[in-house]
């Protein structure tokens, strides 16, 4: 069964950092591109960003690039966003994804609140 | 890319069929001749869930009442007798030209 779980949520001030982590399991983890996906209150889906099965290559959205980085150990089957310079509308669920054949399993959302 | 998701709400009576819209602003067919848009559920204080990859592709355990068709940048996703289970926000995703986009989203509700 595959799982995702994601944590390192929590609440932090304007310009403060944070790291993010989703472990993974019941796949072979470096087989597959990874993503993040967020959702502010209320709100639609908008995704953040992914990186490649060995961590060569990353994309990311206008929104974050710059300020946010994701990284991946695979012999820990760990996918990491590290988020920095937040600003209050980083402010959402972060949800890690799968991506077989088109964002095929999530995760079940870690929350960031970002206000001082 | 633009990704235009229509209606915004969608009130159903049970048993109805229903359909959902997702234009692009650009062709979402990649180099190697497939077209990559799909379709997620979220229920409230749910995650997404999988429907429809790469256009008409339902992911495993999905029942055969969903399907998605289109070509190019103009597709539909339909369910052809709307079940309690369904109500939700149906959100429709390009995933061939960065940064990947999502509609934004329509409220499937009774009626």
């Known amino acids: 069964e595959v799982k995702l779980v994601e944590s390192g949520g929590g609440l932090l001030k304007p310009g403060g950092s944070l790291k993010l982590s989703c472990v993974a399991s019941g796949f072979t983890f470096s087989n597959y591109w990874m993503h993040w996906v967020r959702q502010a209150p209320g709100k639609g889906l908008e995704w953040i960003g992914e990186i490649e099965y060995d961590g060569t290559e990353t994309n990311y959205a206008p929104s974050i690039k710059d300020r946010f980085t994701i990284s991946r150990d695979n012999a820990k089957n760990t996918l990491y966003l590290q988020m920095s310079s937040v600003r209050s509308e980083d402010t959402a669920t972060y949800f890690c994804?799968?991506?077989?054949?088109?964002?095929?399993?999530w995760g079940q959302g870690v929350m960031v609140t970002v206000s001082s | 890319v633009l990704v235009t998701q229509t209606p915004s709400s969608l009130p159903v009576s049970l048993g109805d069929q229903a359909s959902i819209s997702c234009k692009s602003s650009k062709s979402l067919v990649h180099n190697n001749g497939i077209t990559y848009l799909a379709w997620f559920l979220q229920k409230p204080g749910q995650l997404p869930q999988s429907l429809i990859h790469t256009v008409s592709n339902r992911f495993s355990g999905v029942p055969d009442r969903f399907s998605g068709s289109g070509s190019v940048s103009d597709f539909t996703l339909k369910i052809s007798r709307v079940e309690p289970e369904d109500l939700g926000v149906y959100y429709c995703l390009q995933y061939v030209h960065y940064p990947l986009t999502f509609g934004s989203g329509t409220k499937l509700e009774i009626k």
């Open positions: 994804t799968l991506s077989a054949r088109g964002f095929d399993y």
